[in-house]
């Protein structure tokens, strides 16, 4: 029964400190405003040591993550042009090799054409004239082969 006594009596010390230190601790923080004419060389607001330094950590605190949230925004933003950058110059990239291929084929088929029309040919009249020549021979070589059938030796 004793052990049980001092059990509780341990908890709830425990548990009352624990629920009203934080209370206690921030009661001595004192901010107060004085005027012209109070016991104070000036007019304006007095902190206690300790206000004054739970301000100064506050404000360091914000500082620190000000300047974090700026550098993962800045982070950010450097990542979106780059990778805008990046598909700009793929795109560059393209493009330049689809005119080099293009400039390819056309300057090939302006060679092949620039061939084609340097080429030696026979004068067009020349094939005709060799037309004629030619069906003439075909219409005396039948003649003959017919007249040799119907007449042989």
């Known amino acids: 029964m004793k052990r049980n006594i001092t059990a509780f009596l341990a908890c709830f010390t425990f548990t009352t400190q624990a629920l009203f230190y934080p209370v206690i601790a921030y009661a001595d923080e004192e901010v107060a405003t004085v ?22 950590v506050d404000l360091e605190t914000q500082k620190e993550a000000c300047t974090v949230e700026k550098d993962r925004e800045l982070q950010i933003q450097a990542s979106r042009f780059q ?9 560059l990239d393209y493009c330049d090799e689809a ?55």
């Not at 000036?42 to 301000?55: C, K, N, P």
Request: proline share 6%.
């Open 35 to 56: 005027q012209e004419g109070d016991p104070a060389p000036f007019s304006g607001t007095l902190f206690s040591t300790e206000a004054a330094a739970r301000l100064l």
């Open 83 to 91: 990778l805008e950058i990046d598909n700009l110059q793929a795109s």
């Open 99 to 153: 005119c080099k291929l293009r400039l390819a084929i056309k300057t090939e088929q302006i060679d092949y054409l620039t061939t084609e029309l340097t080429r030696k040919k026979v004068h067009p009249a020349w094939i005709f004239i060799g037309g004629i020549v030619a069906g003439t021979a075909i219409t005396i070589g039948s003649g003959y082969a017919m007249s040799q059938i119907a007449n042989p030796p």
